[in-house]
């Protein structure tokens, strides 16, 4: 190129986007990120940033007063852990209310902060990911990706097959088209009462509720039981956690198009003082330990509520809860449960 070219060129950018750079750190996710710059929420150099600034190093960046630390490493901290939400928790860090959050019971991480990989409304129960990386959380969630969301749930009314049909070919809700890509009736219930398997690809509000809702039904428990190829098993009780290991989050990372990165090496005391606490979080919640349940909604049923649907669990113990797969396949292998509509694999009963 010709200096002449090159003094007509336009300066490419300095530095980097400030949502990759905060999500990267563990600050939160880019769409939490955006949306805080949007509140006005996040300074650079003092003044509120705007969504598209970049920044390098020698900018000073705070959120909502505090000043973030960034010691650029060679590595981002990378963990994640699985946690199976009661109903009655809220999937914010605080709530004003003084209700309870899924955080309230996450180990604190050395490094960074736990990112939530998607939400559940408070009445939702099942499988939440937790992520110290904000660039994974970011891609897992979203669309491009197509990670699929498997639910159980328990509906009130009559159900038939265009019905069915209409619910897998598309309806039209208040924020546009939604459908479910799968639809699977499970054993159990009684009455008017029936437990279907059903799938989404977006992580829409209520999505699930207000697609079965569109037909006049009424959806009594919702649970979900997978998150792309994370399945929730049942050796995982309710309001409890787990971490996954090197090898399950180098193969969610891989669906994801992120390389592996090796967890931090941790002191002998830390590492045992998780150990213990993972040990704890293995075992059912105590009497003292119950977190409260809260009322049906007005629109939901007034009876009693039924037990929530048991997972499928591995055929043995201690089996991992991510399914491998190849790079070039969408559709979890299964060494963990089948999805529905599958013919090797029924889904999980009501207990």
Not at 6 to 14: F, G, T, V
Not at 23 to 33: F, H, Q
Not at 59 to 66: A, E, K, L, Q, T
Not at 224 to 242: C, E, I, T
Request: net charge positive; with cysteine.
């Amino acid at each position: 190129m010709s200096e002449h070219e090159l003094q007509d060129s336009p300066p490419r950018p300095a530095g980097e986007k400030l949502q990759k750079v905060l999500a990267r750190i563990g600050v939160g996710s880019r769409r939490d990120v955006e949306a805080w710059i949007g509140e006005g929420r996040i300074k650079v150099n003092g003044k509120a940033a705007t969504l598209g600034l970049r920044v390098d190093l020698h900018d000073s960046i705070s959120v909502d007063g505090r000043v973030i630390k960034r010691e650029e490493a060679a590595e981002t901290v990378r963990r994640v852990i699985l946690y199976n939400k009661p109903d009655g928790e809220i999937c914010t860090r605080d709530d004003p209310e003084g209700r309870p959050t899924v955080f309230d019971r996450l180990p604190r991480p050395k490094e960074g902060r736990w990112i939530n990989v998607g939400r559940l409304d408070i009445n939702t129960t099942g499988l939440l990911m937790f992520t110290t990386d904000g660039e994974l959380a970011n891609r897992l969630m979203h669309p491009s990706s197509e990670m699929d969301r498997e639910y159980a749930v328990r509906v009130r009314g009559e159900v038939d097959e265009d019905m069915i049909a209409r619910l897998k070919a598309g309806v039209v809700l208040e924020d546009g088209p939604a459908r479910f890509t799968d639809i699977q009736e499970a054993p159990g219930g009684e009455g008017f009462n029936h437990w279907y398997h059903c799938v989404v690809m977006e992580g829409r509000n209520r999505e699930v509720r207000r697609l079965w809702e569109s037909q006049g039904l009424v959806v009594s428990r919702l649970k979900r039981v997978r998150f792309g190829p994370v399945f929730l098993n049942s050796d995982l009780p309710m309001g409890r956690w787990r971490e996954m290991d090197q090898r399950e989050v180098d193969i969610l990372a891989a669906e994801v198009g992120l390389t592996p990165v090796k967890m931090p090496v941790m002191k002998a005391k830390t590492k045992d003082k998780l150990e213990r606490m993972q040990r704890k979080s293995s075992a059912p919640l105590g009497r003292g330990e119950r977190v409260r349940n809260l009322r049906p909604a007005k629109d939901a049923t007034s009876e009693r509520p039924a037990r929530q649907p048991r997972e499928e669990s591995p055929a043995r113990k201690g089996r991992s809860t991510v399914a491998e797969r190849p790079s070039d396949m969408k559709k979890p292998l299964r060494s963990a449960p089948k999805r529905p509509g599958s013919s090797r694999s029924k889904p999980p009963q009501p207990r």
